[in-house]
Structure formats: C-alpha cells, structure tokens
C-alpha cells in the first residue's frame, strides 16, 4: 500500500528501540489512581487503547519520584508500597501487546507541590521546595532545597527509573518543562541561587544533568531517556528560545529524545496547551530552530492534529517526532487511521479544554468529541446488538449523527432524518469563524462515519407523529437540538 503520509509512518530507532511510527502519545494526566499511588484498572486501559489505536509510543503521565518532598503529582513507584510495581508491570504489558513502546514520564512538582489536588486547601500543608526561597503568589511558603535534598532527590529519579525498567518500560521521560522543579532550575526567574545550581546556564543545568546521569546509571547504555523541556518559558523574565537552544545543548550528551514543548502552567498555560484561538503546531518553531543546534532526534507537540501538518514537519526535517495529547482523546485510533489511508475518519479535537476542566474538577477523563472515553475498561465497547432493531434517528446534528453511527456499529438498520437540506445542526452557524471552522468539520466526519457504518440519511426530511407511524421503527431518537442556556444574570434581558 502507498502510505499518504509516509514519514509519519515511518519506524525511528532511539537508542536501542524501534518504533513502529512518528506519533508518540504524550503524557496526559492521572486519574484512576489508588491512594497508595498505583495506577488503577481504568487508567491501565485507558493507556492500552493508545496502544491498540496505533501510537508508536504511550506516555504514563507524571510518575512522582520523591514523595517526601513532592505531594502532588499523581502516581509513585515504591517498592515499599504492595502494588505499585505489579500496576505499572500491568500496565507496560497492556501497552506493550499492542506494539506500542511503554514510556514513563518521572516528574517532580518542586515548589508547586499540591497543584493536582482538588482539595486546594490541603496545599498549605505540603512541604513546597523549590531551587530557592519565595513566597508563592497563593500565599504558600517555598523552602529552599538543601544539597543534601538536592542529592536524595537525584537518587531517587534514578531508583524510580530502575523500578520502572524492571516493570517492564522501556522509555524513560523525564519532565524537565512547563514550570515543574527542572524548570524551575533551568529558569532565571525560578532560580536565585549562588552556589553551583544558580547563576550561568551551566549551573543552571547541573540538577538536570545530574538528574539525567542517575536515570542512566540506572537504566543503562542503550535504553532510550527522553529529556521533556519548554523550549522557552515565554514570559518576560523567564528563559528565552536562546536559552533553550544552551540548555539543549549543555544536555544533548545526556538524552536519546529531546522533546520541545512550551511554556509553564502557572505563566502560560495557554502556551502549553494552545487553544482553539491559536494556529495548529503553533509551539513546533521552538522544536525546529532547536534542532539546528544538536544532533540528537527531536519531538515536538502542541495543537497538532492534522496529519498533513505533520507529515511537513517530520518530511521537512523540522522535527523527528510529532507528540499528541488532546488529539488522541478526541480519537485513541488517530495514528492507526493515518497509517491506513484513512484520514478522513479522524475524529479531530476542537481543543476546547473539557479534557482539563474535567481533570481539574473530578479527575476523570472526559471530551466534547468522544463520549467513550473513561470506559476503556468495557473493552470493545460498540457491541453487537443482540437483536437487529429498525432505529430512526430524528435530528441530523451532532448529536443525532453520533447515535446513529453508534447504532449502526452495533449492527441497526438506522435511518437518520434531518428537516434541513444539510447536516450539521448547530455547528453549522459555526464555519464562519475561522477558529470554530473544525466544530463545523466535526458534522462532516461524524456524517462521514455514519455514511460508512451503512446509516441512510434523507435530508429535507421532518420527523412528524405520521412520519414515525409510517417507517414504524423498533426505536425512534429524539436529537432535534438544544436550547440555549441563559445563565439567571439579572438585567440580562434588559436594554
Ligand atoms: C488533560 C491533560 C493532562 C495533561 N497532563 C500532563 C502530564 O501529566 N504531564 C505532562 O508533562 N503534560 C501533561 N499535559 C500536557 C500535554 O502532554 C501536552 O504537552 C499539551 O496538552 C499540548 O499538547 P496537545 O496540544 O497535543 O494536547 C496534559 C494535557 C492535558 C490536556
């Protein structure tokens, strides 16, 4: 078969290990984790679907590796804990079967410790430590990490890198971006140091290095460590792209994959998680100047979604690798899709942050596009329908769309009508706006799927009590459409 995309689908060698392809399922977040800090049934799951969905290699998202002096961050490898190696050993399996290559994200919250909690007001609690001394804007006091800290959090990141090795991992990431403890001693506006931590970018880089040697102590010659950075903090004060072209340089030595991400949660979140306001890809120019300036493979990620985009950057040299998170929410099965010529099946994210929302408020994993997510666990979900039944589907948006595409999967004979003389309900007002143009997209593939799975659809056509009397289906959906909700602000309705 002659692949549309072939770069992306090509097989990259890091270190000692091939991958099947380009596209790398990014880290993205804990839920489902026990109190004790193992990684639950549903997240195992979850994680294997980007397996099953084709991603060349699936990230496990911030594995904390000191807890004494980090209380946020979701999962813990601990040998002390009952547990905890046989739950990252399940899930490195799961992804493995697939084919993919399980990757573990080590990661240390420094002085914002306590950020994931949903109870926020049992931060002030936890010990904060950071590379120097402050008072956080939230009130919360930061302690300065002491060599001897300093020295047994090293260790740790190597303890937690063998731990994970021996689970069965066979990638190490380790985060040294977006504002967490890494960052925070890369970063001139975090860092304040006199001694041989603080000062010039050398010294700045020493707790990475030093970080990156004990990963690879632990794990040994040959075995890929993945180096996670903001290419720069973009914010005034904090590192420039100049900067991170240095710190790229001053660690090449140390890493198999340097992966160029953006800014920081507390002071560009919106530059780490572009939004639907910014370009797709708009991070991957940090990615691409960096890379003219080491010789180790380089990923990027942020918006990216567009397998032509994508396909550019890998075939034009800007990048060795192109990371998704949100886009393998919306749909686990991209990366399958575009190495079977199937593109236009692709369920694409509309970046609009329930993913985070959801993640902040319940941790649970939720998304506009996809209503299967968080249901890994029922394994093939769409199952067949014991008994064929006739269904009419009445309403050609979103909504009605994805329920006769579902029900047709399942093995109904469904026909879907629509008063309009097109689909697309209430997303259609939307293409219009350039930046709301793929909420309108999303009608198409919907219809598209639909089409596929055998759904007929009969436009200018309303559903009416005679209507429904005469194609006498075994189940009718109601999908005509939403209201819209007026939020009880007085004077709303006024002048
Ligand atoms: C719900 C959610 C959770 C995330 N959790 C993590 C995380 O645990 N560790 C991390 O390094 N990045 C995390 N990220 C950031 C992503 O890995 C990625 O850098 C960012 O979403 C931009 O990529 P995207 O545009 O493909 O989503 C998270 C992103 C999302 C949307």
């Not at 046989?86 to 919250?109: K, N, Q, W």
């Amino acid at each position: 078969m002659e692949r549309k995309f072939p770069h992306l689908c090509k097989p990259i060698t890091i270190g000692r290990v091939t991958f099947r392809n380009r596209m790398f399922s990014a880290p993205m977040g804990g839920t489902d984790i026990t109190n004790d800090g193992c990684i639950g049934p549903k997240s195992t799951a979850f994680y294997e679907l980007r397996a099953k969905g084709g991603a060349g290699a699936v990230t496990i998202s911030e594995c904390m590796v000191h807890p004494k002096t980090d209380g946020s961050h979701a999962y813990h490898l601990d040998t002390a804990i009952l547990n905890s190696l046989a739950s990252f050993a399940y899930t490195a399996d799961a992804i493995r079967r697939h084919g993919a290559i399980p990757s573990v994200e080590l990661s240390h919250s420094g002085m914002y410790s306590g950020t994931y909690m949903t109870d926020k007001s049992r931060q002030h609690g936890l010990a904060q430590w950071g590379p120097s001394a402050c008072v956080r804007p939230d009130g919360v006091e930061v302690g300065e990490l002491s060599h001897e800290m300093i020295d047994e959090i090293v260790a740790a990141y190597g303890q937690v890198a063998g731990l994970a090795k021996r689970a069965g991992f066979e990638m190490i990431m380790v985060h040294g971006g977006h504002g967490w403890l890494i960052n925070q001693f890369l970063s001139p506006w975090f860092n304040h140091r006199t001694d041989e931590y603080g000062g010039s970018i050398q010294n700045r880089c020493r707790f990475a290095r030093r970080v990156l040697q004990s990963v690879r102590e632990a794990v040994g010659p040959g075995f890929p460590i993945e180096f996670r950075m903001s290419g720069s903090e973009l914010f005034e004060g904090g590192y420039t792209l100049e900067d991170g072209i240095a710190i790229a340089q001053e660690l090449e030595d140390c890493i198999d994959l340097l992966h160029v991400s953006a800014g920081t949660y507390q002071r560009g979140f919106g530059d780490t998680h572009p939004s639907m306001f910014k370009e797709h890809g708009c991070n991957f120019y940090l990615a691409a100047e960096i890379k003219k300036h080491v010789s180790i493979p380089v990923a990027t990620i942020g918006g990216l979604n567009d397998p032509a985009q994508m396909e550019e950057i890998i075939k034009s040299g800007k990048a060795d690798v192109v990371y998704m998170a949100r886009a393998l929410l919306a749909d686990p099965f991209l990366p399958e899709k575009v190495m079977a010529n199937r593109d236009e099946e692709i369920v694409r994210c509309l970046r609009c942050f329930t993913c985070m929302a959801e993640r902040a408020a319940t941790a649970t994993r939720r998304c506009t596009v996809n209503p299967l997510i968080g249901r890994e666990m029922e394994g093939d979900y769409v199952l067949p329908a014991p008994e064929k039944k006739k269904v009419l589907v009445a309403g050609g948006g979103p909504g009605g769309l994805y329920a006769a595409w579902t029900a047709a999967r399942r093995g109904h004979q469904v026909i879907l009508c629509e008063k309009e003389d097109s689909l697309g309900g209430i997303l259609r007002s939307e293409q219009a706006l350039p930046f709301k143009y793929e909420m309108y997209q999303l009608a198409g593939t919907y219809a598209h799927l639909a089409r596929k799975a055998g759904v007929e659809i009969r436009l200018n056509t309303e559903v009416t009590a005679e209507y429904v009397e005469r194609e006498a289906p075994d189940a009718l959906i109601i999908a005509v459409g939403s209201r819209p909700l007026l939020p009880p602000i007085p004077g709303l309705k006024g002048d």
